[in-house]
């Protein structure tokens, strides 16, 4: 198994006493997969993702990737999040040669490896742009790229499409999905929103509410994942049945909050 997330639990100590946000947690994600994890909000998904880029520890378990236990973040595990967090007084090729600078590689290198992925993702003609002057999926498409710029062995995306509207949505699911085939790189996503996990997965992980706990594992088989697929039979059941376990998992921890 290529990330091994083993019995992990994250409690965090609150003004109001211990809060248990993640619980036993045992996830185990092969090489080259594409995995969302969905539940309802404050189910712990940014905050197992953050255990898993190393950005914060579990209170017990242990997270493992090609077998290395995670200690702390590492560029082999490149991040995106929601709003972007591109620097604005640089460059789209600044942006996506960031990281490669922080890593002391020159600046030669630096150009090249920046330029190979602003190509991968469609934008070699933005490169001297600000990120002002881009659109939303634009913009997403640099975090992407300084993600991939530094090669790592996983993508982690939280949330990544969340800000953007619908058709702009629609045509990043299709773009990452391309990409994803392309570079054959380990994706794990979170997100709630139900066709976006449908159409990106190939396996889905159903959080429960509050404490986070995996209620579900759906192993999701579509032929082609061509925008037309949203339409057919295959696709819509498999939306409606993640839609009864969300709504079932969610309303009880709504009951369970209230006890
Ligand atoms: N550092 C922290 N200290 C205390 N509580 C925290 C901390 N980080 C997260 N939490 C709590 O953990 C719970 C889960 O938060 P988290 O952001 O992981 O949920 P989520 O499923 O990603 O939610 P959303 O979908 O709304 O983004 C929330 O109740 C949140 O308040």
Redesign the pocket.
């Known amino acids: 198994m290529f990330v091994q997330i083993d019995n992990i639990s994250k409690q965090?100590?609150?003004q109001s006493g211990n809060?248990t946000?993640l619980k036993n947690i045992n996830i185990n994600i092969d090489r080259g997969e594409f995995v969302c994890i969905v539940?309802?909000?404050?189910?712990?998904?940014?905050?197992?993702?953050?255990q898993i880029a190393g950005l914060?520890t579990p209170s017990s378990g242990e997270i493992r990737i090609a077998g290395v236990p995670v200690k702390g973040p590492s560029p082999d595990r490149g991040m995106v999040f929601q709003n972007y967090t591109l620097y604005p007084w640089l460059s789209v090729q600044e942006n996506t040669e960031f990281g490669l600078k922080l890593q002391g590689v020159s600046k030669r290198e630096r150009r090249e490896r920046a330029s190979y992925y602003l190509n991968v993702v469609g934008l070699s003609d933005f490169a001297r742009c600000l990120p002002n002057e881009l659109s939303g999926g634009m913009k997403q498409r640099v975090a992407i790229a300084r993600a991939l710029v530094c090669e790592p062995q996983i993508l982690l995306m939280?949330?990544p499409f969340g800000a953007l509207d619908i058709h702009t949505k629609e045509s990043m699911h299709e773009f990452i999905i391309d990409l994803w085939q392309r570079t054959k790189i380990t994706i794990l996503s979170?997100t709630?929103d139900v066709e976006e996990a449908v159409f990106l997965s190939n396996r889905i992980f159903v959080?429960s509410s509050?404490p986070?706990t995996v209620k579900k594992e759906m192993t999701i088989n579509l032929a082609e994942r061509g925008a037309n697929i949203k339409r057919h039979t295959i696709f819509q059941d498999y939306r409606d049945e993640l839609m009864v376990l969300l709504r079932q998992y969610g309303a009880e921890g709504l009951v369970a909050a209230k006890v």
């Open positions: 965090f100590q609150t809060l946000v539940g309802a909000s404050g189910s712990g998904k940014s905050t197992l993702l953050r914060d939280d949330e979170i709630h959080l509050r986070g």
